[in-house]
T-cell receptor
Framework: QKEVEQNSGPLSVPEGAIASLNCTYS??????FFWYRQYSGKSPELIMS????GDKEDGRFTAQLNKASQYVSLLIRDSQPSDSATYLC??????????FGKGTRLHILP | KAGVTQTPRYLIKTRGQQVTLSCSPI?????VSWYQQTPGQGLQFLFE???????NKGNFPGRFSGRQFSNSRSEMNVSTLELGDSALYLC?????????????FGPGTRLTVT
């Protein structure tokens, strides 16, 4: 079983709609969860971190964590073409190593 | 505020050689982590250094090593290069303060092993 799983996509979303990105993880002892955005040819950029169950909002981004179900999601409201990128989910495992998923490619359709 | 710098940006080496990559973190950040990114395996954690001490290590062979200096600059070394070591090597500058967590990646070093 892969430690952090994401659908590779591409996920195509019309401009202005809500993009929903999902991630599941296997280590129940994980405590910290992160979402990164990576544009083609660029380095990853940390956009959200979440540590407790529930929702965390930052501008157009909302991270959702459900530890019982071992999933993390990222919602992007009012999607813009500039949101087109690969989104990486990462989990800080119980041995304090950050494990990344392979990412979901998001394409916002103008 | 200056960002994370990595040198060199591009490198071509042959099998069996060794390579040293450098990372200068953001001023005030004492933690540096290194990652390898390949199309097949994605982004994989190599090691983390804090105050000149290796705090954590990923599942890579002993050919991969690193160190951190008193000014927080970090180097990683790969000895006896293999074709499979061709990748983008990223370092991340990190700062934890209470519940606050900052992390910024450098631009990476693209290593090609021929």
């Amino acid at each position: 079983q892969k430690e952090v799983e994401q659908n590779s996509g591409p996920l195509s979303v019309p401009e202005g709609a809500i993009a929903s990105l999902n991630c599941t993880y296997s280590d129940r002892g994980s405590q910290s969860f992160f979402w990164y955005r990576q544009y083609s040819g660029k380095s990853p950029e940390l956009i959200m971190s979440i540590y407790s169950n529930g929702d965390k909002e930052d501008g157009r981004f909302t991270a959702q964590l459900n530890k019982a179900s071992q999933y993390v999601s990222l919602l992007i409201r009012d999607s813009q073409p500039s949101d087109s990128a690969t989104y990486l989910c990462a989990v800080n495992s119980r041995d304090d190593k950050i494990i990344f998923g392979k990412g979901t490619r998001l394409h916002i359709l103008p | 505020k200056a960002g994370v710098t990595q040198t060199p940006r591009y490198l071509i080496k042959t099998r069996g050689q060794q390579v040293t990559l450098s990372c200068s973190p953001i001023s005030g950040h004492r933690s540096v982590s290194w990652y390898q990114q390949t199309p097949g395996q994605g982004l994989q954690f190599l090691f983390e250094y804090f105050s000149e001490t290796q705090r954590n290590k990923g599942n890579f062979p002993g050919r991969f090593s690193g160190r951190q200096f008193s000014n927080s600059r970090s180097e990683m070394n790969v000895s006896t290069l293999e074709l499979g070591d061709s990748a983008l090597y990223l370092c991340a500058s990190e700062k934890r303060q209470g519940s606050s967590y900052e992390q910024y990646f450098g631009p990476g070093t693209r290593l090609t092993v021929t």
